[in-house]
């Protein structure tokens, strides 16, 4: 479960990113954040991983205020928490299966980490999530030669090969087609149903939004103006979330849904 607690963000240049957020999302949500660029959205949730800092209120991960972590505490604390992101973060000129072991790194001892040798449970772990996400067969392919929807799978294998209890993902479809974007979410969805793997993203497709997450998270200027299922979205709620442009920001078959 995680829960923010007042929480505000005010970054060092004086930008105020969250106000006064108070939210809790229980364990297996599948919850999607929208909101105009620089309404916060990411911000929101890479606090979630302490990748920045509240400078106000608290947040809690099950029901421990991670501000007061330390050191290996934090790293173990991460552990749990898998990150996507819109540019899969991949080392190219590697194999597939190569990318999805560097999540093993931290639990190596340093003896194996000078030597890159992983165990042979290691191995199979990242073969099974490989095989999760429908790509087994490019294991032993160099990433530079996969697609980006494949790209993106390797991601989230090296994700799954970590076993979080919550993947944050900050506009992972984001430079994907619309065929390929919909697969990606489909490989989101089933992770999150048959792993009760909390998923948090950030998407501007709202369509899209709208058809995969379980709850919807609507910012606008640092404050959570809609909090509620994807079926309560309307098109007045949108208008507010994005201040009468949100028909330029989303496709035009959520338009044609709720006009
Ligand atoms: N590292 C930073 N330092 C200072 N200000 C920042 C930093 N990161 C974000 N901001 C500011 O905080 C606000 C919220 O940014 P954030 O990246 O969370 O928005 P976003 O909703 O994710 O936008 P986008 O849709 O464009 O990704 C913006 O005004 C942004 O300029
Ligand atoms: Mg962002």
Sequence with gaps: MIQFIQASKT???GTTALRNVNLTIKQGEFVAVIGLSGAG???L???INRMHELTEGKLLVDNVDIAKLKGKQIRQFRRRIGMIFQSFNLVTRTTVINNVLVSFVPELPMWRKLTGMFTREQKIKALEALDKVGILDKAYTRVD????GQQQRV???RTLAQQPDIILADEPIASLDPVTARAVMDDFRNI???????VIMNIHHVDIA???ADRILGVRKGEIVFDGPSSQVTAEMLRHIYGGEW???SSWEASAAYA
Aim: glycine share 6%; net charge neutral.
């Design 155 to 157: 991601a989230l294998a």
């Design 11 to 13: 970054y060092a240049g």
């Design 192 to 198: 999150n149903k048959q792993m009760n793997i909390s």
């Design 247 to 249: 028909e330029a920001e």
């Design 210 to 212: 709208l058809e995969y």
């Design 41 to 43: 959205k990411s911000t």
């Design 45 to 47: 949730i890479r606090c």
């Design 145 to 148: 030669q996969l697609s980006g």
